[in-house]
């Protein structure tokens, strides 16, 4: 089945720890963005990307990082300069970037806790 | 610079009753917007989106919403609750290109049986 994969499902890190969560579309999306959730205050933009080997600063960048070396494929890196990264992350995927409209497909979603 | 008010962190209504959720929305430019829904440790699903076009949107699970320009709203309704509807609700707002969808803060929507 197509679909948006996140993984682990669960993560813990200790301080001082950079983590990577895995996002991994089959939809042949061209756009995949990645949000943070926290409770109370919606969903905020992390970074997102159009095309391979591009990608662009969201709301919310410091302390994270990404890379888009496949089209499948848009990992996420909390380094250690994230000082509250414990948080609910979603990776999305949507149609040709740019396009007004079009919507945006979500994965099951990563927890990661420090601990 | 586009933002999304959900108005009422949390509604709770009677199994039956009709569902009211609202979204005002600020933009500079005609919105593209959206209604999304999560249920508990799970991601996003859309609901329903008004682009252009017909004002009344009807989206999956009985829900629809109306683009009222306006009022800058795009208020969610469903006219009889079931307990499966019990999730949040993401309101969400496209100005330029979907990579800058901005989301409301949600409603957490509680089903009384």
């Known amino acids: 089945d197509g679909g948006i994969t996140q993984s682990p499902k669960y993560l813990f890190r200790k301080e001082g720890q950079n983590v990577t969560l895995s996002c991994e579309q089959n939809?042949?999306?061209?756009?995949m963005y990645w949000y943070r959730q926290d409770p109370g205050q919606g969903l905020r933009l992390i970074y997102y990307?159009?095309?391979?080997?591009?990608?662009q600063k969201g709301d919310i960048a410091e302390g994270y990082s990404v890379s888009r070396e496949k089209k499948e494929s848009f990992p996420l890196t909390v380094t250690s300069a994230q000082k509250n990264p414990t948080a609910f992350y979603l990776c999305a995927s949507s149609l040709p970037g740019g396009e007004r409209g079009n919507t945006i497909y979500f994965g099951e979603g990563s927890w990661l806790t420090v601990v | 610079a586009q933002s999304v008010t959900q108005l009422g962190s949390h509604v709770s209504v009677s199994e039956g009753a009709l569902v009211l959720l609202r979204c005002n929305y600020s933009?500079?430019?005609?919105?593209?917007l959206f209604w999304y829904v999560q249920y508990p440790n799970q991601g996003l699903q859309l609901l329903l989106k008004?682009?252009?076009?017909?004002?009344l949107v009807k989206g999956i699970n009985g829900f629809e919403a109306e683009f009222k320009k306006s009022e800058t709203s795009f208020h969610l309704t469903k006219p009889s609750a079931h307990m499966s509807d019990a999730a949040e609700y993401f309101c969400a707002v496209s100005e330029w290109g979907n990579e800058k969808l901005t989301f409301g803060t949600g409603t957490r929507l509680t089903i009384i049986p």
């Open positions: 008004y682009t252009t076009g017909a004002t």
């Open positions: 990307s159009q095309i391979v080997n591009d990608f």
């Open positions: 933009s500079s430019v005609p919105p593209y």
């Open positions: 939809l042949n999306h061209d756009a």
